[in-house]
């Protein structure tokens, strides 16, 4: 049962608060933090919770502090911020498509930052900052591929959608011709990228994420109302006096700067923009877009597959991308069967 409450600001604006959407963004918030300080202190050289927070608040030893500050946080902080990224944009093209399959994955917008990736690799033998830079232009030119191609006096949900498939199996296609061609060191080198890892970030893959998610995340919450409204029809939409394509180009615009982005800092990770928006709004139980919580659930999810890939297999045994590849494989094939089940497919 959904609690709403009515609140009243002094200038007279009345609020409405989703206490069930509250109360879950606060828990998944602390099971990101939570999941965020045990992954800080897993690895070859152990270290206890207690002494990551406090080290964390700068009363560890020195041996404490070059191990956490410098080679774990930055990672952890990479996988919040990637994970935060993918769960914000798959929530809002699946708000925009109106379809819970028009995520990044399916979309074709993480094999357009794997082709960038590839050809810096491939054909050029570029740097780590120049494959990042690949990735992302890579990312964003087939997110602009995927608009313009798509766009009929407006952008269709199904088109989109369909248009997006149509460009995944041609950048596929090209992505397999680039491996084809590389030397076998190119080769292994692209197929690490491919999986999506992690492994070895640092400090120059947190402040771009951030800075970005600091300009893009509040833009997007200031849409969030016209977009809920969107998800009823354009007509109702420009009748209650949203700007209906101008809000669609500027959170696509968004969504698919947020995900190039995320995949060029940590490669194409997959079904996490897929699942988290949808497992997010099973918990919220709430309709709309529920951008905080997939938000939120996206950044938990990541910390967590990568959590369980070191805690099993070690650290830098298993890329995070295996294992959210398994277990969103797993959640998309019960979400088919459920909804066979119930006679909507």
């Known amino acids: 049962m959904r609690s709403i409450r009515s609140l ?30 045990v992954l800080i202190g897993t690895g070859d050289f152990p270290i206890p919770a207690a002494d990551v927070l406090k080290t964390l608040l700068g009363d560890g030893n020195a041996g404490q502090e070059f ?64 494959v990042t830079l ?24 199904y088109r989109l959608v369909l248009v997006g498939i149509g460009v995944s199996a041609i950048v ?20 690490v990228w491919m999986t999506g ?14 800075g970005l998610c600091a300009v893009l995340v509040p833009l997007v919450l200031a849409n969030a109302r016209g977009l809920r409204m969107m998800e009823m029809g354009d007509d109702v939409s420009y009748a209650l006096g949203v700007r ?31 699942t988290a928006p949808q497992l997010a709004r ?19 999810l990541l910390v967590t597959a990568d959590w369980v890939s070191q805690r099993t297999f070690g650290a830098g045994q298993l890329p995070v991308g295996v294992v959210t590849g398994v277990l969103g494989g797993v959640y998309l094939l019960w979400l088919l069967v459920t909804e066979r089940k119930a006679g909507r497919i």
Not at 12 to 36: E, K, Q
Not at 198 to 210: A, F, I, N, T
């Open 67 to 130: 191990i956490v500050n410098e080679l774990r946080l930055p990672r952890v902080l990479v996988g919040l911020l990637v994970g935060a990224s993918l769960g914000l944009g798959g929530a809002l093209f699946q708000a925009i498509s109106r379809n819970p399959l028009g995520s990044p994955d399916v979309l074709g917008l993480g094999q357009g930052a794997t082709a960038g990736a590839l050809v810096m690799i491939v054909l050029f033998s570029g740097s780590a900052t120049q």
């Open 172 to 191: 596929t296609a090209v992505n397999g011709y680039l491996l084809t061609v590389s030397d076998i060191i190119d080769a292994a080198r692209a197929v």
């Open 8 to 37: 009243r600001t002094p200038g007279g604006l009345s609020l409405r608060l989703d206490v069930r959407a509250v109360a879950v963004v606060a828990l998944l918030l602390l099971a990101a933090l939570t999941a965020s300080v």
């Open 282 to 300: 099973r918990l919220t139980r709430s309709p709309g877009p529920n951008l905080l919580p997939s938000l939120c659930m996206g950044a938990a």
């Open 197 to 210: 890892s992690l492994d070895g970030r640092d400090w120059e893959q947190v402040w771009p994420l951030l």
């Open 244 to 274: 209906v394509e101008r809000v669609r180009l500027l959170l696509m615009i968004a969504a698919v700067l947020l995900t190039a982005t995320a995949t060029a800092a940590a490669g194409p990770v997959s079904f996490v923009a897929l």
């Open 134 to 157: 690949g990735a992302l232009a890579g990312g964003l030119a087939t997110g602009f591929a995927i608009y313009l191609l798509a766009w009929k006096r407006g952008v269709h949900g």
